[in-house]
């Protein structure tokens, strides 16, 4: 069983169209990450989180620690935006790895 | 402002040769990060570093290593190459006592 789980696993989607992609995970946090790889591509960082909601430009990540989920939506949607969309979890600070999620592979059509 | 740098960007190898990856981390960062991303798979933890100590260890082989300079760059020496090492390997980098990873572009390793 993976540490953390991304739903759904793939999302085709119209352009304009309200996104959003959900990560569950099993194990005590301190940060969570959503990242960015187009296809063939480096990773980027959206978004770390640490608790509440946090917002750039059209993308929008919330975490609720309790129950141990995060979404990251997506407003007005763009052909620009299709990638892989891909949830990383830490336990602790100072090197300790990341588990990452299964990914989430989105493709916005014009 | 400045990233994090991985050389090469693109390596090619044969089977049972020796491979050996760089990063250089955004600069006061102290923490590296090594990943490894097969074709269609999620990246994998490998190693990392914080202060030049090896500080967490994931599913990395016995014939790779890694180590941590006094400049805070980071090599992953890999030997004995196999076809199955072929991938993309992300470093990222941080500042030790914050969470937030900044992802390299990535060295794509081609074994023939």
């Known amino acids: 069983k993976n540490e953390v789980e991304q739903s759904p696993q793939n999302l085709t989607a119209q352009e304009g169209e309200f996104i959003t992609i959900n990560c569950s995970y099993s194990v005590g946090i301190s940060a969570l990450h959503w990242l960015q790889q187009h296809p063939g591509g480096g990773i980027v960082s959206l978004f770390m989180?640490?608790?509440g909601k946090k917002k750039h430009g059209r993308l929008i990540a919330t975490i609720n620690i309790q129950e141990k989920h995060s979404s990251l939506h997506i407003t007005a949607s763009h052909p620009r935006d299709s990638a892989v969309y891909i949830c990383a979890v830490g336990l602790v600070i100072f090197g300790n790895q990341f588990y990452f999620g299964t990914g989430t592979s989105l493709t916005v059509i014009p | 402002a400045a990233g994090v740098i991985q050389s090469p960007r693109h390596l090619i190898k044969e089977k049972r040769e020796t491979a050996t990856l760089k990063c250089y981390p955004i600069?006061?960062?102290?923490?590296v990060y090594w990943y490894q991303q097969g074709p269609g798979q999620d990246p994998q933890f490998l190693i990392s570093?914080?202060?030049?100590?090896?500080?967490d260890k994931g599913s990395i082989p016995d014939r790779f290593s890694a180590q941590q300079f006094s400049d805070y760059h980071s090599e992953l020496n890999m030997s004995s190459l196999e076809l199955g090492d072929s991938a993309l390997y992300f470093c990222?980098?941080?500042?030790?006592?914050?969470?937030?990873?900044?992802f390299g572009p990535g060295t794509r390793l081609t074994v023939t």
């Open positions: 990222a980098s941080s500042q030790g006592g914050l969470l937030e990873q900044y």
């Open positions: 989180l640490s608790s």
């Open positions: 600069p006061r960062h102290d923490t």
């Open positions: 570093f914080y202060e030049k100590m090896q500080s």
